[in-house]
Nanobody, 125 residues
Framework: QVQLVESGGGLVQPGGSLRLSCTAS????????IAWFRQAPGKEREGVSC???????AYSDSVKGRLTMTRDNAKKQVDLQMNDLKPEDTAAYYC???????????????????WGQGTQVTVSS
């Protein structure tokens, strides 16, 4: 059974940085798309970034220029480098996998079959 485990969350001051990681275990698919989503209290879950099977990236407008997603296929791991964090970035962050071949990735949660348990990011002074 596929398991996704996120790590790296924590408390950071505005303007600070964090690096989130997501590792997939028991995942044997060769072609997959992976994404980061976040959900703040009282708000709907939103797509933050994704990387397609062909390594095409996409970011939401709210994080573009501040967050960078990278993937290590050998490790079945993706990282999300988060810079210049703002209080509005406070949320639980989840990684998710779509195990179909995709030339372009989607930030719509319905496209993803597997989800991690999330890691909390809190941006506060």
């Amino acid at each position: 059974q596929v398991q996704l485990v996120e790590s790296g969350g924590g408390l950071v001051q505005p303007g600070g940085s964090l690096r989130l990681s997501c590792t997939a275990s028991a995942f044997t698919e060769r072609y997959y798309t992976i994404a980061w989503f976040r959900q703040a209290p009282g708000k709907e879950r939103e797509g933050v970034s994704c990387i397609s099977t062909t390594d095409k990236l996409a970011y939401s407008d709210s994080v573009k220029g501040r967050l960078t997603m990278t993937r290590d296929n050998a490790k079945k791991q993706v990282d999300l480098q988060m810079n210049d964090l703002k209080p509005e970035d406070t949320a639980a962050y989840y990684c998710a996998v779509d195990n179909d071949f995709r030339n372009y990735c989607s930030l719509l949660e319905d496209e993803y079959e597997y989800w991690g348990q999330g890691t909390q990011v809190t941006v506060s002074s």
